[in-house]
């Protein structure tokens, strides 16, 4: 069964410095990753997504992700984090090539970014 | 270009009610899904939709319906409402042949 374990249920940066967000990942089957932001009172948006072209993926505002498969790991990275990135960030795992897809969520990490 | 859309954004229901969400898809996507978000959790996938059919179905119990109408829009339903079902729902639509998923806002259910 394909599960995704976020490690940090909180990470507080301050403005301007490199953020982390750790995900790792389980899946009998070459995954599709992807991570989601979501602002209060917001739906999720989509930051990027992998699925299995290039190892290194980029998405939306600067960040980007790298998957690891020796390492299991997905972990969503931006090299300077601003004010607006506050928020909560779910990393997300889906069967590939299915004709039915279902997103399996992690728990969230809630990133605080202090001027 | 219009999004998902949710209605009611905001509800609240008593204890054993019935309560109706509604949602429309992204124009183009013909496949809805649902998801049921308690404070402070992830999404749990509850059930999806396509050709007005139920395709699959996460560990809810049938106190959880749900109906797509032949312009693609979806409708979740909840029975005998109970404390825990308080949450945010919130619909994605896709296409069926693949590609992502687009989230609506959500709908706020507050049950007491």
């Known amino acids: 069964a394909q599960s995704v374990t976020q490690l940090d249920s909180h990470v507080s940066v301050s403005e301007g410095t490199p953020v982390l967000l750790r995900c790792n990942y389980s899946?009998?089957?070459?995954?599709?990753l992807f991570w989601y932001v979501q602002h209060p009172n917001k739906g999720l948006q989509l930051l990027l997504k992998?699925?299995?072209?290039?190892?290194l993926v980029k998405g939306i505002n600067g960040f980007e992700a790298e998957f690891k498969k020796s390492e299991t790991s997905f972990h969503l990275t931006k090299p300077s984090a601003h004010m607006s990135d506050a928020a909560e960030y779910f990393c997300v795992v889906s069967l590939l090539n299915t004709g039915f897809q279902k997103l399996v969520f992690g728990t969230g990490t809630r990133l605080l970014v202090s001027p | 270009d219009a999004g998902v859309t949710q209605s009611p954004t905001h509800l609240i229901k008593t204890r054993g009610q019935q309560v109706t969400l509604r949602c429309s898809p992204k124009s183009g996507h013909d496949t809805v899904s649902w998801y049921q978000q308690a404070l402070g959790q992830g999404p749990q996938f509850i059930f999806q939709?396509?050709?007005?059919?139920?395709?699959q179905r996460g560990n809810f119990p049938d106190r959880f319906s749900g109906h797509q109408f032949p312009n693609y829009s979806s409708e979740l339903n909840v029975n005998a409402l109970l404390l825990g079902d308080s949450a945010l729902y919130l619909c994605?639509?896709?296409?069926?042949?693949?590609?992502?998923?687009?989230f609506g806002s959500g709908t706020r259910l507050t049950v007491v």
């Open positions: 992998y699925t299995s072209a290039a190892t």
């Open positions: 899946s009998s089957y070459s995954p599709s």
């Open positions: 939709y396509y050709e007005e059919e139920e395709r």
């Open positions: 994605a639509s896709s296409l069926e042949q693949g590609g992502g998923y687009t």
